[in-house]
């Protein structure tokens, strides 16, 4: 299994409130990935990394930001959480751009 | 604009079976296509892919087909085991340029013993 570890694994916010979704990476791999999966849109981009200090916006991009200041840790940040993020993100790492995804085990959020 | 569709949000199959998941595109610069198994609580996980020089790659149980003509991918699973019950993504991107992965919306398959 590719060493990836999301944290929190759950968590429960109020509206308003900021939140944090962490990923630590122990392969050392160029590429980072925030995904979110919701019931009926599958799996959407929402930011990725390509380098340290290095992001772009994914499809779903609004209302989050993303930060890289070491290769092994990305972290995606809600600056106040509404209702429709209420969601389960993934984080996904990748040696390369153009190889295979490998994902952690997803961080479940609720936002009341 | 969905550029990677997987239009049977379902699909429910006899133990032994063969088990047959659709997937279209539309962007013509997707050269590279991967399927992806999910169960629940956890994490997807690679099971398949291939890449547009091909038209069938196979791994085991597990084969992709691509008619690239019609924009169109396939997983069979033969046979199709309990096992194989889960969520099944397919995603595409352009090989070149490391441009992300784009994923469809999935296909939850119910292998029924």
């Known amino acids: 299994d590719a060493g990836i570890t999301q944290s929190p694994r759950h968590k429960v916010t109020e509206t308003g409130t900021p939140v944090t979704l962490r990923c630590h990476q122990t392969?050392?791999?160029?590429?980072m990935y925030w995904y979110r999966q919701d019931p009926g849109h599958g799996l959407r981009l929402i930011h990725y990394s390509y380098g340290v200090k290095d992001t772009d916006k994914g499809e779903v991009s609004d209302g989050y930001s993303v930060s890289r200041s070491k290769t092994e840790d990305f972290l995606l940040t809600l600056e106040s959480a509404t209702s429709s993020q209420t969601s389960v993100y993934f984080c996904?790492?990748?040696?390369?751009?153009?190889?295979?995804?490998?994902f952690g085990e997803g961080s479940r959020l609720t936002v009341l | 604009d969905q550029q990677v569709k997987q239009n049977s949000p379902s699909l429910s199959v006899q133990e032994g079976r063969i088990s047959i998941l659709n997937c279209d595109y539309t962007n013509s610069m997707f050269d590279y296509f991967l399927w992806y198994k999910k169960y629940p609580a956890e994490g997807p996980t690679f099971l398949i892919s291939?890449?547009?020089?091909?038209d069938k790659n196979e791994d085991g149980r597990f084969t992709v087909f691509l008619n690239k003509s019609a924009k169109h991918l396939s997983l069979h699973i033969v046979p199709s085991q309990p096992g194989d019950s889960a969520v099944y993504f397919c995603a595409a991107r352009q090989y070149s340029g490391n441009t992300p992965l784009v994923f469809g919306k999935g296909t939850r398959l119910s292998v029924i013993a």
């Open positions: 996904a790492i990748s040696p390369g751009g153009a190889g295979e995804l490998f």
């Open positions: 291939i890449s547009s020089i091909k």
């Open positions: 392969e050392n791999h160029r590429y």
